[in-house]
C-alpha cells in the first residue's frame, strides 16, 4: 500500500469560488476594528474569510454532535475556547444571551474547547454558566485549531448560511453584530448552498449526501494499492482533479476521455489531475482504458475498504452499495463515476461535479490568491 502526498487530498468545486466569476458582488468585509488587532489582524484568520468553512474534528460533545456541513442554510459561530482562558470565559454570558435572542431564526453556536488542557472542568462550567450551545473536545493534536487558524483565544469565527466563513477572530463584543447581520441575508437557493449547485453536478438534485458532506472540509488521504506508473510528487499548493472510476461500461469509458481533453488543457497551469480506480479493477484492464482515453495523468487502484482502518460506513442511504475502496470510502464516493476538485488549500471545493464544469470552477480557483 502506498501513501500520497505530503499532505491530505482534497476534491473540487464550491459556490464562493464560483460567485468569484459570477456578475454577483462580493459582499462588503465587516470593518476591521470589530476584530482583534485590527488591521493588523493575522493573515491566516483573514484568508478564512469568503471561503468554504473547514469542517470539525472533535470529539466528546456535550450536546448534539453535528457537522458544519450538516448547517447550511444556518448561520453558525465556531467559538474555540478554554476553562483556562479568562476572556473566554468571561465571554460566555454574552454567548448564551445571543443564542436565547437568536437561536431560533436560525442561529447555531458551536464551542470547540481547547484540546491541550482544561477539559476536564468543561462539564462543570457548561453546567454552572447554563450554557445553551453545544460543546466539544478538539481532538488530539488541535486539527480544528489549525483547520481555522486559531492564533488566540477564543478566536471566534461566523459562519453564513451557505456555508461561507465571513468573519474569523471576532471580539466577542462584536459577534452579535455580525450574526444580526448575517441572519438577515436570504437563505441560499437549493442548487446555492455551498455544494458547487446541482445543475453543475452528476445526479443534479439527487446527488449523494455523502459527497455534499465532504466539501468545504479538507480531504482525506488518498490510500492506493498500487500505481499505474508513477505516483505524483507533491501537490502542495496545486489544484487538484480527482476522477474515480471503473472499467466496466461505456460511460466509464466516456467521462475519462472527456477527463484527458480536461487535463491536457490544465495540466501546463500547473493543476493535477488523477485517476482513481476502484479497489477491484484489474491492473491490464485499467492500463487499456487509459491508453483508449489518451489520458496522461498519475493513476492508481485504490486499497481495499477495511472497517477497522477506514471506520464504518456512515451516511449511506438505504440501497446504496457497500464502499469499493479506501479512498472512495473517504470522500464519500458511493456511485461511479465521480469527479472531485481540491482548492491549492488542500479543501474539497466541489464532488460529484459534471466534467464540463470542471475547466471553470479550475480557472476561477487559479485566479484566487495563494493560500
Given at each position: 500500500?502506498?501513501?500520497?502526498?505530503?499532505?491530505?487530498?482534497?476534491?473540487?468545486?464550491?459556490?464562493?469560488?464560483?460567485?468569484?466569476?459570477?456578475?454577483?458582488?462580493?459582499?462588503?468585509?465587516?470593518?476591521?476594528?470589530?476584530?482583534?488587532?485590527?488591521?493588523?489582524?493575522?493573515?491566516?484568520?483573514?484568508?478564512?474569510?469568503?471561503?468554504?468553512?473547514?469542517?470539525?474534528?472533535?470529539?466528546?460533545?456535550?450536546?448534539?454532535?453535528?457537522?458544519?456541513?450538516?448547517?447550511?442554510?444556518?448561520?453558525?459561530?465556531?467559538?474555540?475556547?478554554?476553562?483556562?482562558?479568562?476572556?473566554?470565559?468571561?465571554?460566555?454570558?454574552?454567548?448564551?444571551?445571543?443564542?436565547?435572542?437568536?437561536?431560533?431564526?436560525?442561529?447555531?453556536?458551536?464551542g470547540i474547547h481547547d484540546s491541550n488542557a482544561g477539559w476536564n472542568d468543561?462539564?462543570?462550567?457548561?453546567?454552572?454558566?447554563?450554557?445553551?450551545?453545544?460543546?466539544?473536545?478538539?481532538?488530539?493534536?488541535?486539527?480544528?485549531?489549525?483547520?481555522?487558524?486559531?492564533?488566540?483565544?477564543?478566536?471566534?469565527?461566523?459562519?453564513?448560511?451557505?456555508?461561507?466563513?465571513?468573519?474569523?477572530?471576532?471580539?466577542?463584543?462584536?459577534?452579535?453584530?455580525?450574526?444580526?447581520?448575517?441572519?438577515?441575508?436570504?437563505?441560499?437557493?437549493?442548487?446555492?448552498?455551498?455544494?458547487?449547485?446541482?445543475?453543475?453536478?452528476?445526479?443534479?438534485?439527487?446527488?449523494?449526501?455523502?459527497?455534499?458532506?465532504?466539501?468545504?472540509?479538507?480531504?482525506?488521504?488518498?490510500?492506493?494499492?498500487?500505481?499505474?506508473?508513477?505516483?505524483?510528487?507533491?501537490?502542495?499548493?496545486?489544484?487538484?482533479?480527482?476522477?474515480?472510476?471503473?472499467?466496466?461500461?461505456?460511460?466509464?469509458?466516456?467521462?475519462?476521455?472527456?477527463?484527458?481533453?480536461?487535463?491536457?488543457?490544465?495540466?501546463?497551469?500547473?493543476?493535477?489531475?488523477?485517476?482513481?480506480?476502484?479497489?477491484?479493477?484489474?491492473?491490464?484492464?485499467?492500463?487499456?482504458?487509459?491508453?483508449?482515453?489518451?489520458?496522461?495523468?498519475?493513476?492508481?487502484?485504490?486499497?481495499?475498504?477495511?472497517?477497522?482502518?477506514?471506520?464504518?460506513?456512515?451516511?449511506?442511504?438505504?440501497?446504496?452499495?457497500?464502499?469499493?475502496?479506501?479512498?472512495?470510502?473517504?470522500?464519500?464516493?458511493?456511485?461511479?463515476?465521480?469527479?472531485?476538485v481540491i482548492d491549492r488549500a488542500g479543501v474539497v471545493r466541489a464532488a460529484?461535479?459534471?466534467?464540463?464544469?470542471?475547466?471553470?470552477?479550475?480557472?476561477?480557483?487559479?485566479?484566487?490568491?495563494?493560500?
Amino acid at each position: 500500500m502506498n501513501r500520497l502526498l505530503d499532505r491530505p487530498l482534497p476534491l473540487a468545486g464550491a459556490f464562493a469560488a464560483l460567485l468569484a466569476a459570477s456578475a454577483l458582488a462580493a459582499p462588503p468585509p465587516f470593518p476591521d476594528e470589530w476584530f482583534f488587532e485590527g488591521t493588523n489582524r493575522p493573515a491566516p484568520l483573514k484568508a478564512l474569510e469568503g471561503k468554504p468553512s473547514p469542517e470539525l474534528e472533535v470529539e466528546n460533545w456535550i450536546g448534539s454532535a453535528t457537522r458544519i456541513a450538516d448547517l447550511r442554510g444556518k448561520v453558525v459561530v465556531v467559538d474555540f475556547w478554554a476553562t483556562w482562558c479568562g476572556p473566554c470565559m468571561q465571554a460566555i454570558p454574552e454567548n448564551v444571551e445571543l443564542v436565547k435572542a437568536h437561536g431560533e431564526e436560525g442561529l447555531v453556536f458551536l464551542g470547540i474547547h481547547d484540546s491541550n488542557a482544561g477539559w476536564n472542568d468543561a462539564p462543570q462550567v457548561v453546567k454552572d454558566r447554563k450554557i445553551n450551545y453545544a460543546v466539544a473536545k478538539d481532538k488530539n493534536g488541535g486539527p480544528s485549531a489549525r483547520a481555522f487558524a486559531v492564533q488566540f483565544w477564543p478566536t471566534y469565527v461566523v459562519i453564513d448560511r451557505a456555508g461561507i466563513v465571513r468573519a474569523a477572530g471576532l471580539v466577542p463584543n462584536r459577534v452579535a453584530d455580525v450574526v444580526k447581520a448575517l441572519l438577515a441575508e436570504d437563505a441560499p437557493a437549493a442548487s446555492e448552498s455551498g455544494d458547487g449547485g446541482a445543475e453543475r453536478s452528476l445526479g443534479g438534485t439527487r446527488r449523494p449526501r455523502s459527497l455534499r458532506a465532504i466539501e468545504g472540509a479538507k480531504a482525506p488521504e488518498i490510500r492506493a494499492a498500487s500505481w499505474l506508473g508513477d505516483p505524483p510528487g507533491s501537490l502542495a499548493g496545486m489544484p487538484v482533479v480527482v476522477h474515480f472510476t471503473t472499467t466496466n461500461g461505456s460511460l466509464f469509458m466516456r467521462e475519462l476521455g472527456r477527463l484527458a481533453s480536461i487535463a491536457k488543457d490544465l495540466a501546463p497551469q500547473g493543476v493535477a489531475v488523477i485517476v482513481v480506480f476502484d479497489s477491484g479493477t484489474d491492473a491490464t484492464s485499467a492500463r487499456s482504458m487509459l491508453d483508449a482515453a489518451g489520458i496522461v495523468a498519475p493513476a492508481a487502484i485504490d486499497a481495499a475498504y477495511d472497517a477497522a482502518v477506514d471506520g464504518a460506513v456512515g451516511g449511506a442511504a438505504e440501497g446504496d452499495p457497500p464502499p469499493r475502496g479506501s479512498t472512495l470510502h473517504a470522500f464519500g464516493v458511493r456511485y461511479l463515476p465521480a469527479t472531485v476538485v481540491i482548492d491549492r488549500a488542500g479543501v474539497v471545493r466541489a464532488a460529484g461535479i459534471k466534467s464540463d464544469a470542471v475547466a471553470p470552477l479550475v480557472e476561477t480557483m487559479l485566479a484566487e490568491p495563494a493560500p
